[in-house]
């Protein structure tokens, strides 16, 4: 069995489940998801539940979740990793600690059955042989009604593309407004540029989970705004953006997996160039993004 720590927000859990269910195919074994540090409350940390029951997910998942785990990984784990004490948790609880969240660890292709995962792995890397099951994976549920099923028509009869902009816990949330990037109207104009160059009678869709200040940075004729989908519905939103043919995405998990669910052949998909404030922490991006999508 592969078990995996999920922590974050939809789009976190989405990586960690994925890699964790690649590795888990690869080995012919099931998938535990230990939603422990979910359990963890602080000021620092935006507050999270699990969300990957959206899904059909394979029906032989298990899940865990313990208070022990989640103080011993959250509290202990962190501040003695590096030390004798901590090698000897890592190594009774078989944890690969990804080293870093955005570059792909080949390493990851030989852990074996019973490891514990702990990371973001935020890349199609780790699951890059294995994308038919994922996408089977994540599709969703709940069937879309009312004013949602009516923009799904709009998209599918359109050359449609999403725009995504995230704020949020990234303005309100002092640790994550110094951590991420904010993404300027001027990456959105150059995107919707570049989108108008290469389609051919595009339809704007713009997703946000601060729709006025959307209307702002977005606010020519034609533009569809889904305003709607708050709270425990923000997931529609992902739903949407995935069934249109191109996406604008922000620097955000959340609509990178609403691109990468996209499944036209033909898809162009426009990303920022930059993740987050600190210059070193944007070098090390290189695997963040797939080879076919554009940064900007």
Known sequence: MINVFVFGGLGNQMFQYAAARALADQLEVKVCIDQSL????????TPR?????????????KITSSEKM???FHK????????????????????????????FDSNFLS???NTLLLGYFQSEKYFASFQDIVRKCFIFKKRLSGENAKVAD?????????IHIRRGDYVSNKKSANTYASVSSEYYEKAIKRIREQIGNPVFFVFSDDPEEAK??????????????????????MQLMSLCKHNIIANSSFSWWGAWLNENKEKLVIAP?????????????QDLIPEKWIRM
């Open 76 to 103: 202990i784990y962190p501040k003695i990793r590096h030390t004798i004490f901590g090698k000897k948790i890592a190594n009774h609880y078989k944890l690969y600690e990804e080293k870093d969240a955005f570059n």
């Open 38 to 45: 979910l359990n963890i409350h602080s000021k620092n940390i």
């Open 216 to 237: 702002k940075i977005i606010s020519f004729p034609g533009t569809v705004y889904v305003d709607w989908n708050k709270g425990q519905e923000s997931y529609i939103d």
């Open 49 to 61: 539940h699990y969300e990957l029951d959206l899904f059909f997910l394979k029906h032989h998942e």
């Open 70 to 72: 989640s103080f011993l």
């Open 273 to 285: 160039a930059n993740w987050f404030r600190d210059e070193n922490m944007n070098n090390q991006t």
């Open 111 to 113: 852990l074996q059955d």
């Open 154 to 162: 709009k998209i599918k009869s359109s050359n449609a593309v999403s």
